[in-house]
């Protein structure tokens, strides 16, 4: 199972430990990978329907709350948050899915409390909510860069696990991804992104300066996964310096998520026979 | 050019001149039909990432309005639009496409113009929007079964190609697409729905109610279609009985939306040595 390979455990986090290039929990190549993702798109795809048809079906009872699920996925630029939405959630019914991608807080987002765009974001009833970047930006770039006072931070972190364990109450699961690239690959995608013209609309001069502050945002990943690495809303890290193989580590723990869940096709009350019957009978037709 | 086929001429509409299970401008078979599906995929893919690039460059230098697309779709119970969503829509990155489900009005849109919702739901710069129903809805269903007094009725078609036109002005190319189905074809759906426990959650007995008035329906999208085949927003009627053709005619027809608009990536003013420069030299690493 992929996710005992990737799941953080509890305890303080030395991202140095983690490799970023090795494809834990598969055997097999960039080919071999590709096809894997094939299979567990399909799987993925009947397990959302699932999903999706339970969520719908509640809908018509009224009820207030019901299952979903909210993947969300941090990592450095370039990692691949844009190419795992595509390729990875790519793969279900568009219709069943809400990205959201946090950029930098608008004047009227920072007048709220940080959580406030997040939970405008969740995801309802069957549905599959990501978030590309999330409320982990407010204790890592806000961290790093001191957007906030340092108490006010620290503060960030319990209330991010009360959010999570309040969000998990309501019935939706917690997927927390965090993609993981070493500066090398980093840089390679940069100057990739410089090379191409077609990939200069990505390049922001920014990105360097971030990346000038390299083992800051790494010690700011380590203390965020540490403090909010909890038992119903843990961690993992996924190595994303291989492409093909952070899409299929990604696509296998939501299909793992989604089978813990078990969605079932709903029962849904209805007389069978008489809407059959009133289908031959009342044909608009005869 | 398929759109030639399935462009509704200006002037009166007789949907029953208008074939269902045809495949105008295909000569293909279903196999073919899908194959050639994935080619379409692949223009789209590339089409949507060049309107994409387009928006976020746009966000940038704070332009207020920009380039997207609007793809309406409308039809009867079981006609597809659903599928169209998932086969068709599926095909390009999800980041970029906005997807709305317009249900029967809540209480709080009811409250309000018929256009308030939908003016909500409208794709910003740079995005795919498709309109799973629609504000026709507000001169089909509400048509046919006396939802509003017919004098306000009226009105609505000249409400609607003013918003259309309002739309376009704004940079949002308004592609309408009807999908046509016969009775029969429909019956075929729904006896499907019944005789399969995984469908079951996608019946609804009502569907049987509305199908009782097929002919007034078909009158309501005759006039629909009349009244809104704006040169700006003409309507385009796709035969819906083969769902293969269906998602192949409607992927064309986008591509074609899009091949108009040319997005190209977009020019970025970007001094690429001096930013070469600048990671080759403050590695963070060295």
């Known amino acids: 199972m992929i996710q005992h390979h990737l799941r953080v455990p509890p305890g303080p986090v030395d991202l140095g430990e983690w490799a970023t290039d090795a494809t834990p929990g598969f055997d097999g190549d960039k080919e071999e990978g590709k096809a894997a993702l094939e299979e567990v798109g399909q799987e993925l795809s009947e397990l959302q329907e699932r999903l999706f048809a339970e969520g719908r079906v509640a809908d018509d009872v009224e009820e207030r709350e019901g299952r ?7 990592g450095m630029d370039t990692s691949g948050k844009g ?3 595509r390729h990875t959630v790519g793969l279900v019914d568009p219709q069943g899915v809400d990205i959201t991608a946090f950029k930098k807080p608008t004047e009227e987002e920072l007048g709220h409390h940080f959580l406030w765009r997040i939970r405008k974001a969740l995801p309802g009833r069957g549905r599959i909510g990501v978030f590309d970047r999330s409320h982990y930006e407010d204790v890592l770039i806000a961290r790093v860069r001191e957007l906030a006072e340092p108490d006010v931070i620290e503060q960030r972190y319990d209330e991010i696990n009360e959010f999570e364990a309040e969000v998990l109450g309501s019935g ?3 997927l927390k991804v965090m993609l993981h690239v070493s500066p090398e690959t980093q840089k390679e995608r940069l100057l990739e992104r410089l090379d191409r013209h077609d990939k200069h ?3 922001n001069p920014g990105d360097i300066d971030e990346r000038q502050r390299w083992g800051d945002y790494q010690r700011a990943y380590e203390v965020a996964l540490e403090r909010t690495n909890t038992e119903v809303a843990p961690w993992h890290v996924v190595p994303a310096d291989r492409k093909w193989y952070r ?6 723990l939501l299909r793992q998520t989604l089978q813990t869940m078990a969605p079932t096709w709903p029962r849904v009350d209805l007389d069978v026979e008489e809407q059959r019957r009133r289908l031959e009978e009342e044909d608009p037709l005869s």
């Not at 979903?68 to 941090?74: D, Y």
């Not at 899409?247 to 296998?252: D, E, G, S, T």
């Open 247 to 252: 899409n299929l580590a990604v696509a296998m």
């Open 201 to 203: 609309w990505k390049f």
């Open 83 to 85: 190419g795992v939405v």
């Open 172 to 174: 939706v699961r917690v």
């Open 68 to 74: 979903g699920v909210l993947l969300v996925l941090q």
